[in-house]
């Protein structure tokens, strides 16, 4: 079986010399269908679109994680909040494997508490 790798913005240097708008325009086109599966962003995209646009653009980036890397740590701060826009995680609830397990798959939100609050992973 071959496997693919995805490719990211950072992979592709020439996108560096890209005109800030375009960027803009490139981030909105990449993001805003991620950013508005939650109801507060859709809310948001309604009614303040230059809004939405600007956190698309700054405040959204895409990583890729290996079969068995982790995506963040029990204990640790959380800086960030993900969303699965492609395969599937397994969420441990605590600091070591349990029967309360989570299965998170695409489009699904995690950490969203990152964006009310100081949240610390457990």
Same mark, same amino acid.
């Given at each position: ?17 890209? +005109? ?6 490139? !981030?909105?086109?990449?993001?805003? +269908? ?8 859709? *809310? ?22 290996? /079969? ?20 599937? *995680?397994?969420?441990? $609830?605590?600091? *070591? /494997? ?13 950490? $969203? !508490?990152?964006? %009310?609050? /100081? %949240?610390?992973?457990?």
């Amino acid at each position: 079986m071959r496997s693919t790798k995805r490719v990211h913005e950072q992979d592709v240097s020439l996108l560096n010399y890209l +005109p800030r708008s375009l960027k803009m325009q490139m !981030h909105t086109e990449v993001f805003k +269908p991620k950013l508005i599966t939650h109801p507060l962003f859709t *809310l948001l995209a309604q009614g303040y679109d230059r809004v939405c646009i600007k956190i698309c653009h700054m405040a959204m980036s895409q990583e890729s994680l290996k /079969p068995g890397e982790e995506l963040f740590a029990y204990g640790k701060e959380a800086e960030k909040v993900h969303i699965v826009d492609w395969g599937s *995680l397994l969420y441990c $609830e605590g600091s *070591l /494997p349990s029967h309360k397990d989570i299965h998170v798959n695409a489009g699904d939100w995690l950490c $969203e !508490h990152v964006l %009310w609050m /100081p %949240w610390v992973h457990r």
